[in-house]
């Protein structure tokens, strides 16, 4: 069964980058067609996708934080990432990673890291 | 983007009781809607994929309808450990999106 866990820093200041990084277990992020995704729940709100990348390295992302947003992959480490840019207070949530599981031309979220709170505070 | 409106909001119920949230597309979105149920500090976890079929795992008091724009997930006999947010995605198109959540609480 495959296994996600995000990692990165707990704080970051406004106007800095954030960065996290999806470790997969159980599974490879270069096979299969599946879809690997990005999504925050800011504390007491809902769910908001952030971006997700394909196996091939493509990668799609919410028109709301496109301008900001990088997703990338490192097929060496078994690892996706996620780089945000010029963030603000508005960026602080739980960021989760998710396998993006494909089947018969439609896909859903199986597999979930167990998220990780980061805050932007100076 | 595809906007997905549930309802209720929040909902009371009590154990043994039959609960069906719904949930709107902006559009029809065939039947690609997904259901998740989220604890309190948990990640959500995934119940019913492609708007009907069951999660492995999941029990089968959990069921899923609709196709379109209109869909229901019904729980037909809560249990203690069925009080959590329930939210529906849509993935016909992206952006993924997210219905609002609906919180089912202990009566």
């Known amino acids: 069964q495959v296994q996600l866990q995000e990692s990165g820093p707990g704080l970051v200041k406004p106007s800095q980058t954030l960065s996290l990084t999806c470790t997969v277990s159980g599974g490879s992020i270069s096979s299969g067609s599946h879809y690997w995704s990005w999504i925050r729940q800011p504390a007491g709100k809902g769910l908001e996708w952030i971006g997700r990348i394909y196996t091939s390295g493509s990668a799609n992302y919410n028109p709301s934080l496109k301008s900001r947003v990088t997703i990338s992959g490192d097929t060496s480490k078994n690892q996706f990432s996620l780089k945000l840019s010029s963030v603000t207070a508005a960026d602080t949530a739980v960021y989760y990673c998710?396998?993006?599981?494909?089947?018969?031309?439609?896909?859903?979220?199986?597999?979930w890291g167990q998220g990780t709170l980061v805050t932007v505070s100076s | 983007d595809i906007q997905m409106t549930q309802s209720p909001s929040s909902l009371s119920a009590s154990v043994g009781d039959r609960v069906t949230i719904t949930c709107r597309a902006g559009q029809s979105i065939s039947s690609y809607l997904n259901w998740y149920q989220q604890k309190p500090g948990k990640a959500p976890k995934l119940l019913i994929y492609?708007?009907?079929n069951l999660q492995r795992g999941v029990p089968s008091r959990f069921s899923g309808r609709g196709s379109g724009a209109d869909f229901t997930l019904t729980i037909s006999s809560l249990q203690p450990e069925d009080f959590a947010t329930y939210y529906c995605?849509?993935?016909?198109?992206?952006?993924?999106?997210f219905g609002q959540g609906t919180r089912l609480e202990i009566k």
């Open positions: 995605q849509q993935n016909y198109n992206t952006p993924i999106t």
């Open positions: 492609a708007a009907s």
């Open positions: 998710a396998r993006d599981f494909r089947a018969a031309d439609n896909n859903w979220f199986d597999s």
